[in-house]
């Protein structure tokens, strides 16, 4: 009991004393989480893509000209410039949004190597990480109850009505959708992060 | 006028020239667009191949399209990246957008369409190379390392996180083929350790972001390692000096322990050590002092403790009717099979044994050594029967004189030969007959430790021993046992080859009789002299009345005596015949077809007076089958 009181006083002073701030630490945890759902949602595109036979992959190929991923309504920044114009607490809530859109599509998605029921859990975990963030930061609590009632998807059920569908296109669509999601995550909240930190040089 | 005419033609000619040349146009050929390529994540530059150009001057202009709209859109800027290039700028690009591209071709006949092309700017980054690198040399506890730095390339925003790279290194020394390759991951720094002193080494640097492709080498960085060899010189200093010493030491032992050493490797030669040879005598040269030396007194052995070894006794037996007991002797034939005790008593009843006297001893005295060989090899063929029997051909061979068949079975029981009659001059020596007596004697030597010696059965021997030689002694103690044992064990053996020798037999009729001519006593018991004690065999083997092997006819005569003529006469006594035969034999077996007197007369000429002191009996059958009977 002694021994578990004074490690907890030495953390909290450690805590307290680290240059890094709670912020800085969810942010590096948000992340590394964000990362390694892209690192899967690739892996997943990847294997599909292989599986398809070169006659399917032409085919598929042309569908990209059309807009199909349901997070197309969410407006997001698609450039740099735009990125660096948005507040931090924009790009977290838009991440918010993203990651919030595909928890329930998630679990349509093919597994592949992985087991499917892995990416939905940890898209709630990340979704509960960066709704940590927007509490941290300032004017979190005020935004995020207003985004988080506008932001329902108007296609809520899209993926949903057509989950019975199977079809080779449905996966493709799918899986690039995640893919081109979770790196938008990725590169907001990296931004984001970056720009909160104090180091000039936020890469390492 | 002629100005228009001139225009005209000129014209004609620029037209018509092409085609007098012969050349042909065509449409351009299809262009392709080969890579599109971002180095920050805000620019990206498509480049493509044109086709054939067809003859004429063509034209190219990409046209791309936006994911979202059906808008079509011209590259902003062809000359930027270059030749066949088009470079979309800041505010052209858009990320996770896909553009469709195409490049059209275009000339005065026709234009050509190259395939479409869907990029997406966040898939296609690949970064300038890392720049400002350095390399310096560090030291770490007197070790040397390098530790080469760098920093990203200029145009990727890595401070705003818009772009996050990770570094791979290479480095390999200037004389080398294989690079050696670091990953550094996110940093900027690297060590590089375990240097090879005084060596170039090259260093290259490269990133990548996290999806994208690598950069290229950056330029390649030049360091030279100093020499720390002093170091490794000093412990080189320390091994020679201690190697050294240590060399001494060995050479000193070996010199100490020279002598011990030569001993052992290099033995000395042993000279020659024979009793009594002496060399300084062999130097001087005088033999006879020499050979002198070599005499031991003792060899020769001219006393044998073992004379008595070399003695050949012959057992004599025979079964006189009144069931006489006969003495014999115990004949040692061979030391081998035959564990016989001798007895040097001469006891010959002179009953037809060889070194009896009832015999024709000049016969007996010549044949006696033949005859012992003929023993010993037939003693020891009996106790491998058939597996001498060309041995004992051989033997049978030497012989001059046919042998006059009188095998004898024996079953445990001794039979008498009419071994005292020498064959018949006209029985030349018949191999076969030889062979078959032998073989018969053969037959007696068991395996068992009865030493069962058939006597040399050689021709001559026909004069002296047909008897069985039992060679007894007490180291036989299972002769004493009830005589059926030895009974059974020799029949058992004897049986088979009687059988078999049955067969062997020519039929030359000298032989089939004789295998009917038998004897048979039963060793009643063995006296403490070693003497067998036989008597002949009682009735009861009424069962054998239909062995086929058995001889039939089993005739015995008595000699009544010898002629002039050495002509054994016979006696036959018909009583001989149930009594002989036994109880092996039927009566049937008492063959009338034998004329004594005839066989008598032809009967083979004894020698010597051995007849008369037989048993007198003799197996007349064997007689009988001489051809003149």
């Known amino acids: 009991c002694l021994s578990a009181v004074l490690l907890l006083s030495l953390l909290s002073l450690g805590v307290s004393s680290q240059p890094i701030t709670d912020g800085q630490r969810l942010f590096s945890i948000a992340v590394s989480r964000v990362q390694h759902l892209h690192l899967l949602a690739q892996r997943l595109f990847s294997d599909f893509e292989s599986s398809l036979q070169t006659e399917e992959q032409r085919q598929l190929n042309k569908i990209f000209l059309q807009d199909f991923c349901n997070s197309d309504y969410i407006i997001s920044p698609i450039d740099k410039h735009e990125t660096q114009r948005s507040s931090v607490l924009k790009l977290l809530s838009i991440s918010y949004r993203l990651v919030e859109s595909w928890e329930f599509p998630s679990r349509s998605l093919s597994g592949g190597s992985a087991p499917r029921n892995q990416i939905s859990p940890k898209l709630s975990e990340l979704k509960t990480g960066i709704l940590l963030l927007i509490k941290a930061s300032e004017d979190g609590a005020e935004l995020f109850p207003d985004s988080s009632a506008l932001q329902l998807p108007p296609y809520g059920n899209y993926y949903q009505s057509l989950s019975a569908d199977e079809s080779l296109r449905r996966t493709y669509e799918l899986l690039a959708c995640f893919k081109k999601d979770m790196h938008k995550v990725e590169t907001y909240l990296t931004v984001a992060k970056c720009r909160l930190s104090p180091e000039a040089n936020c890469t390492l | ?629």
């Open chain 2, 1 to 629: 006028m002629k100005k228009a005419v001139e225009l005209v033609l000129l014209l004609l000619l620029l037209f018509f020239t092409p085609h007098i040349m012969g050349k042909r146009y065509s449409p351009p050929g299809k262009p392709t667009l080969t890579r599109c390529r971002s180095p920050e994540k805000e620019t990206f530059t498509c480049w493509w191949e044109p086709g054939s150009d067809g003859g004429l001057p063509t034209t190219h202009a990409l046209y791309y399209r936006k994911e979202s709209s059906e808008r079509v859109y011209e590259c902003p800027d062809y000359h930027t990246a270059g030749e066949n290039s088009c470079f979309f700028n800041k505010n052209d690009t858009s990320i996770w957008v896909n553009y469709n591209i195409t490049v059209v071709a275009t000339n005065t006949l026709g234009s050509a369409f190259s395939d479409p092309v869907d990029v997406d700017v966040v898939y296609i980054v690949k970064p300038n190379p890392p720049e400002k690198q350095t390399v310096t040399i560090m030291e770490d506890k007197g070790w040397p390392f390098l530790r080469v730095s760098w920093e990203p390339p200029q145009k990727a925003d890595t401070r705003s996180g818009w772009i996050t790279l990770i570094y791979e290194l290479r480095v390999k020394l200037e004389e080398e083929n294989e690079w050696e390759m670091h990953l550094a991951g996110h940093q900027k720094t690297f060590n590089i350790f375990s240097l090879r002193s005084g060596g170039k080494y090259l260093v290259e640097v490269r990133c990548k972001p996290d999806h994208g492709f690598w950069s290229e080498w950056s330029s390649t960085s030049y360091i030279k390692v100093p020499d720390y060899f002093h170091r490794e010189k000093s412990v080189w200093i320390l091994l020679t000096i201690f190697s050294a010493f240590i060399f001494l030491i060995l050479t000193w032992l070996l010199h100490m322990n020279s002598r011990s050493l030569k001993n052992c490797i290099l033995p000395p030669v042993p000279g020659p050590k024979i009793k009594g040879f002496d060399n300084q005598l062999l130097k001087n040269g005088k033999s006879d002092e020499i050979f002198s030396a070599l005499m031991v007194s003792n060899f020769p052995p001219t006393t044998s403790s073992n004379y008595e070894d070399l003695l050949v006794e012959y057992l004599e037996v025979y079964v006189p009717v009144e069931q006489e007991l006969m003495q014999e002797e115990s004949k040692d034939l061979h030391g081998g099979c035959l564990k016989c005790e001798r007895s040097t008593s001469d006891s010959d009843s002179g009953r037809g044994s060889c070194d009896s006297h009832t015999l024709l001893m000049d016969k007996c005295g010549e044949t006696k050594e033949e005859g012992r060989h003929t023993d010993r090899a037939s003693s020891r063929m009996l106790t491998e029967a058939q597996r001498h029997q060309k041995g004992w051909e051989k033997d049978t061979l030497t012989y001059a004189h046919g042998d006059m068949v009188s095998p004898d079975m024996s079953n445990g029981r001794v039979k008498t030969w009419p071994s005292v009659f020498s064959p018949l001059p006209q029985y030349s020596s018949n191999p076969l007959d030889k062979q078959s007596s032998l073989e018969m004697a053969k037959q007696h030597c068991l395996s068992t430790s009865s030493c069962l010696t058939q006597p040399g059965h050689s021709t001559k021997e026909a004069l002296g021993p047909s008897n069985w030689d039992f060679c007894l002694g007490n180291k036989q103690p299972h002769l004493l046992h009830p005589q059926t044992q030895v009974g059974r064990q020799l029949q058992a053996h004897s049986e088979v080859n009687i059988s078999n020798i049955g067969r062997k037999q020519a039929p030359a009729g000298l032989q089939s009789p004789a295998l009917r001519s038998t004897e048979y006593v039963e060793v009643q018991r063995v006296n403490e002299e070693d003497l067998v004690l036989l008597q002949p065999v009682v009735s009861g083997c009424g069962r054998i009345e239909g062995y086929p092997q058995m001889p039939k006819g089993k005739d015995y005569s008595k000699v009544k005596g010898v002629d002039s003529d050495n002509m054994l006469l016979l006696q036959r006594e018909v009583m001989e015949e149930d009594w002989w035969t036994g109880n092996c034999y039927t009566s049937s077996t008492v063959n009338t077809t034998q004329k004594p007197t005839a066989c008598i007369h032809t009967a083979m000429p004894v020698q010597g007076d051995m007849a008369l002191a037989m048993n007198g009996y003799v197996d007349t059958a064997t007689m009988c089958t001489l051809p003149t009977c």
